[in-house]
């Protein structure tokens, strides 16, 4: 992230972003009479009333929501670089652009405060339904402009420290042990996992996050867990909240002008979601009060946020976006993850033998020295991404007119770069069609073609992913500790990935784990 000091001179990677942007706005000036206008931009033609928005309605339309994958990839094989969805019925017009070089162009050109066209319904319910909640504290997630700035800078010191985020091993280790051992009480008579194992990687997810935000076991891994608990009742009201968010956006957004059945139901489940978490959140406060510790290893991130920020709700709308989002997300990503091993059974020999070789005693507790040892893990992690993004693509809400492919592009159209595509494009990717996790090592120069912004699964820039840290740091100590010891197979028919609000595997995640020999 790019920071701007009124009393300290910038730094060199400041400077070079400021002088990038300054030949650019040259460039622009030059090529912006050149250039041809936005009307011809090729892409699917709307039609009167109902525009683009019919192709994703039921019966009449061409797709579904859980296709957007798909139709990302048949906007690119039908219309080329450059796509036009226009005609959106309550929305800007999205334009999907397919050049790696051009995405990097609009990266680097965004000031302090990107625009992120993401989650207007969520925008809505923090800025007008619960203003009364959140106020002048909106949070990261669905917001923009200065406020997200000012939040932003509050609180992303421990978040993105690589040396903070490490203090966390050892918690994460110990749910993630326990989560394993429940693993193994699960399965069935062929060793396989439940119909539901998705289910229960959500569970581990919540768990970490409670554990480290809030210094908290909230026993979502309790084998008694009954359905109407209240750790249940948030990891659904978080899909829920997240998985709504493509119906809320792309169909007619009837819900902008008035309560519609899912925008009621959508308020209805985000303030019981408000109202449990911030249940754990303020019994986290108040054991704070009383908490005597000065071991940096035993403070959980709200107290890191306490410790520069004075307002304890700042800590505790933090602890509320890092539940919300991040539930879905790293529970999807594990189950891409997992998936893909399983079915790769060469790529799962060479993690384990890695494994092996770094824990030579799988009993052993991870150090931050460990991880930095897992190399083929990291990358097999990188080469998952790049296939099968688990974010189908990224984007921005342009704040100025720019050029992009020879097109003049007008402020305020919202720009798609879909690195699910992207990222397997042969023209930025050696040998894009073959999966291999070692072309994200070290190599020499022009020994592998990689553009770095084909493959963005956590964004770029201001916006990349606050919780990216934390998100690898369990990804990989779930790995390690997982494959170390168990070797996972898959016996079943292939599983198509769809998307909900991520992109995973759609079906029972059935996997045979059983017990390895060493």
């Known amino acids: 992230m790019v920071a701007f000091s009124c009393v300290r001179m910038p730094n060199r990677a400041v400077l070079r972003q400021l002088q990038y942007r300054h030949r650019s706005q040259i460039a622009f000036a030059e090529s912006i009479t050149e250039a ?6 090729p892409g699917p033609k709307p039609i009167p009333i109902l525009g683009n928005t019919w192709r994703l309605l039921p019966i009449i339309g061409q797709y579904q929501v859980s296709d957007v994958a798909k139709l990302s990839g048949i906007f690119y094989q039908e219309y080329g670089k450059i796509v036009k969805l226009s005609g959106l019925v309550g929305r800007p017009d999205l334009l999907f652009v397919y050049d790696a070089d051009e995405i990097e162009k609009v990266y680097r050109q965004e000031g302090p405060t990107p625009f992120r066209p993401s989650m207007p319904c969520l925008v809505k319910y923090k800025g007008e339904v619960r203003k009364d909640f959140f106020g002048d ?7 923009h402009g200065e406020p997200w700035r000012e939040f932003r800078t509050k609180v992303q010191k421990p978040l993105l420290q690589l040396q903070t985020v490490k203090k966390y091993i050892e918690p994460i280790e110990e749910v993630t042990e326990f989560f394993i051992q429940r ?7 062929n060793e396989e996992m439940p119909d539901d194992f998705d289910n229960e990687i959500h569970k581990w997810s919540l768990e970490c996050i409670g554990r480290v935000s809030l210094d908290v076991r909230l026993g979502c891994l309790d084998p008694n867990l009954r359905s109407d608990s209240e750790p249940l009742k948030i990891i659904n009201a978080a899909k829920f909240a997240l998985r709504n968010i493509a119906i809320l956006e792309l169909k007619f957004p009837f819900w902008r002008y008035f309560p519609t059945t899912i925008w009621t139901k959508y308020v209805k489940n985000m303030d019981y979601f408000v109202e449990i978490c911030m249940k754990y959140i303020n019994e986290a406060l ?3 009060k009383t908490k005597n510790t000065t071991c940096e290893k035993d403070l959980s991130l709200i107290e890191r946020i306490l410790k520069s920020e004075p307002n304890p709700k700042t800590a505790a709308i933090l602890a509320l976006d890092l539940i919300l989002v991040g539930i879905d997300t790293i529970s999807m990503a594990v189950c891409s993850i997992l998936y893909q091993l399983a079915t790769r059974p060469e790529e799962q020999q060479k993690l384990y033998e890695e494994l092996k070789r ?5 009993n052993v507790k991870l150090t931050a020295a ?9 990358c097999f992690v990188k080469e998952v991404f790049r296939v099968y993004s688990t974010v189908i693509g990224n984007g921005r809400t342009l704040q100025n007119d720019t050029v992009i492919q020879g097109y003049h592009i007008p402020k305020g159209v919202q720009v798609v770069f879909p690195t699910l595509i992207t990222g397997s494009m042969e023209e ?6 073959v999966f291999n996790p070692e072309r994200w090592m ?18 770029y820039g201001a916006r990349m992913c606050l919780g990216r840290r934390f998100a690898d740091l369990e990804i990989q100590i779930l790995l390690a500790k997982l494959i170390r010891s168990y070797k996972l197979e898959f016996h079943h028919d292939p599983l198509e990935y769809k998307v909900t609000f991520m992109y995973a595997p759609d079906g029972d995640l059935k996997f045979k784990v059983t017990k390895r020999n060493d």
């Open 36 to 41: 041809k206008p936005y009307s011809e931009v």
């Open 442 to 459: 070290k190599r020499k120069e022009n020994e592998q073609k990689l553009h770095p912004f084909a493959s963005l699964p956590y964004g």
């Open 428 to 433: 930025y990717v050696s040998k894009a069609d």
């Open 358 to 362: 770094v824990l030579p005693d799988p």
């Open 370 to 378: 460990h991880l930095d040892e897992m190399v083929y893990l990291k």
């Open 183 to 189: 693993m193994m009480e699960m399965r069935d008579r």
């Open 137 to 143: 504290l909106p949070g990261v997630v669905g917001v």
């Open 286 to 288: 108040d054991r704070l």
